[in-house]
């Protein structure tokens, strides 16, 4: 997460601002420390994300690149999703969570609403609205 001698822990105003923590309602927001976590998806894939240690809010996706090395058992999971049919064709072989506003356009992207939808109709909706999100992610 960081250059320091833990790359486990940061300090939140030293990450990317859409890796930072979403404080939730509860927080006071004067945490200024952020640990790396994993969240278990319901498709079974394992995200890396920042979460604020007083409240659990969570920023974006690392790129697994930036994981590489780390031991897995320094990093807890803070959350595993059940499996939840995709909203589209009803696939129960696990979904992903569609985000209608990206956090890394929209500030405010957990506020808006979500869906749920396998791998193959995912990248089908991407490849028809967003053909050109995935160059535009990098860059950023």
Known sequence: ???????????????????????????????ETAALGRVKC????????????????RGANFPYSQIEGLDEDRIPFITEHDIIPCERCGSAEGSEVHHWAPSYLFEDSHDW???????????????????KMSSHRRAA
């Open 1 to 31: 997460m960081n250059d320091s001698l833990d790359p486990y822990v940061a300090n939140i105003n030293e990450l990317a601002w859409n890796r930072r923590p979403q404080h939730r309602y509860r927080c006071s927001g004067q945490s």
């Open 42 to 57: 319901s498709n079974g894939s394992i995200q890396y994300k920042a979460y604020c240690l007083e409240c659990g809010g």
């Open 113 to 131: 609403p979500k869906s749920y939808l396998c791998r193959a109709c995912h990248l089908e909706w991407h490849s028809i609205v967003t053909p």
